[in-house]
């Protein structure tokens, strides 16, 4: 019994010793509560509506005040005409938008129904489905409340609901893209840096340091192939998406490759990060994993809308690159944006990518003195 | 051993060698000259500054003060030739374990300059030389360690460098391939190439042409094993080694 006690011990030990574990048995569930707990919310808080109202008169004036001020929704945009429905979708700040019909009032009193139509972003076919949800919930309160005085239900509202860029609201206009998003991460990343750690590893680093191949040849060509068959694995799942889904790319192909590209390289440059800074394979996939694949899937808005989840969350994911590349894929693949609406967060992957090499050099160069 | 007319011919010239890491004096004032052809041992305690020296004289970090050429170039500002010059074998391996001989070799060939017609040369001459023609297409991991080891030496002086560095590189192996691979030393040596050997091994050392021992930081013998047995009055290496050299203070 003794013998069995002592050798329970040592295994406590090590599971305290090392942080690795710890991070496995406490820190894994406890974020797991907190992302689950807060992330994953039917709830919508302040989802951006415009509102096309075409009648502008006292019925419509009351439901929109009525919508505005449900704390559900916030309104961004008073639009003028149908075409400026797609232009206000592509600045992403809308969720839906409420068209009101012509002589909306007058048709509701004296034909005793009205025609309005709620439009969501189908490219977000969860937020969608909410947003419409609550939108039409107001709007059925509405038409209760101008029942009242009467005793038969006369007066009915009839909501349209179009899904844009996604009609039948298919699930998969969201998970390709954010397939796509972790796909490239999770290879690019993890990858490099196994491979960079693996020769630290076995010794081989040393070895090629001593050669005359200069350090950034070393690095380079350790980059390139990951880079040419990541770019060949986007295409790969874009012309499987299109063959299996029939999801094609709505804007252009060139833009969108063109920010694969430069996805795939910020990728690369944090895989050579981590790799800066782990020791053994084990720690670089650790890290990769861990730090990268759970905060992707959960926080950068691939499944669970960002604007829903608390203000913290929102600021924690803007550390992640995906957050904005999944903007970007989503804009260009889903809506058919051009680079005016997605140079924001073209820019960011910029920045972070030049900051991921710049922090790289530093710390081989220490390395090397 | 090297013959008198290569005695001007210096392959390590190292003066005044201070290498500091913030305040930790990891090399303290080094002075040696390494001759063409020599086997040259360098040992020492662990954490006595030899691979901090090796490191400067391979071009992988520069000195802090005082001079070091190698193979005739400055190893402040000509790193590169230095190691275009140089060939290197650590005691973890140098050879990749999923390539095959062949690709190992034409790996190493290609990044040191070489032509194809030449590797392809050479890598006959090596397999016939250790008699492994058979291994051509193995994967290294499938050869027994000794194996391994010769290759990674052959694959080290490939490219016929002035010097080969080796960083204990028979750590782990039986003595029958021990022997083997200093007769490979000897005759490396005897081709011109100079040969400059750490070990933990006292015997190897006594194989050496001289050797040098360092501790805490500093050269504390530099002569033949011959010499410095006659001046400790030891029987060994190994009791002059135990004699002068000091182990890290705690």
Known sequence: MKRFIGFVKKEFLHIFRDYRTLIILF?????????????????????????????KDEMTLKLSDKIISSGFFKKTDNLVNYNDIDKVFKTGKTKAVIVFEENFGSNLLKKGKANLSIIADGSEPNVATLVTNYAMAIINDFSRELNRPATNNSILIQPEVKMLYNPNLKSYFMFVPGVITLILILICALMTSVTITREKEFGTMEVLL??????????????????????????????????????PVKGSITLLLLESMLYILMSLSLGILISTVSKTMQQAIFISFIGLMLPTILLSGFIFPIENMPKIYDYVSMILPPRYFIVIIKSIMIKGTGFYYVWKETIILVLMTIVFIGISIKKFKIRLD | MFGNDNMNDKVIDVHDLVKKFGSFVANDNLNFEVYKGEIFGFLGANGAGKTTAIRILSGLSRPTSGEVKVAGFDAYKQTELIKKNIGYMCQKFSLYEDLTVKENIMLYGGIYGMKLALIKKRISELLERLSFQEYENSIISDLPLGLRQKLAFSVAVLHEPKIVFLDEPTGGVDPITRRQFWEMIYETAARGITVFVTTHYMDEAEYCDRISIMSEGKIVALDTPLALKKRYETETVEEVFIKIARPLKN
């Open chain 1, 27 to 55: 820190g894994i569930p406890v974020a797991q509560i907190l992302i689950f707990g807060f992330a994953v919310s039917t709830d919508i808080k302040n989802a951006g509506v415009a509102f096309l109202d075409l009648s």
């Open chain 1, 210 to 247: 001593v050669s005359p191949l200069k350090p950034v040849q070393i690095i380079l060509g350790k980059v390139t192939p990951y880079f040419l068959l990541s770019f060949i694995n986007v295409i790969l799942i874009l012309v499987l998406s299109w063959l299996v889904f029939g999801l």
